[in-house]
Nanobody
Framework: QVQLVESGGGLVQPGGSLRLSCAAS????????MGWYRQAPGKERELVAT???????NYADSVKGRFTISRDNAKNTVYLQMNSLKPEDTAVYYC???????????????WGKGTLVTVSS
């Protein structure tokens, strides 16, 4: 019923930039917070950044000042602009949305399948 599809990952050199996008589609009634998480090889999934429906943002300390999260509520899309990328940013990046489906009275967390970001020279 609901799909979150990420795009924009790839290979980039240290110091470079990438912009990730995640579009939510399906029978969506409302979306609260949206966010990005990442999982590096051998590590647990961790929060990167979140944004509420009214635009309040939260960032992991490791990305503050380098990454910017934004969203387009009309398009049910969240973005992650990543600048000054470092090798330690290499990970699969997952989109998350706390949303309510039409006909269902509760909000639930949905995940995308992830997009790989590799930072290497």
């Amino acid at each position: 019923q609901v799909q979150l599809v990420e795009s924009g990952g790839g290979l980039v050199q240290p110091g470079g930039s990438l912009r990730l996008s995640c579009a939510a589609s399906g029978s969506i009634f409302s979306i609260n917070a949206m966010g990005w998480y990442r999982q590096a090889p051998g590590k647990e999934r961790e929060l990167v950044a979140t944004i509420t429906s009214d635009g309040s943002t939260n960032y992991a300390d490791s990305v503050k000042g380098r990454f910017t999260i934004s969203r387009d509520n009309a398009k049910n899309t969240v973005y992650l602009q990543m600048n000054s990328l470092k090798p330690e940013d290499t990970a699969v990046y997952y989109c998350n949305a706390d949303l309510r489906v039409v006909g269902v009275p509760r909000f639930r967390s949905y995940w995308g399948k992830g997009t790989l970001v590799t930072v290497s020279s």
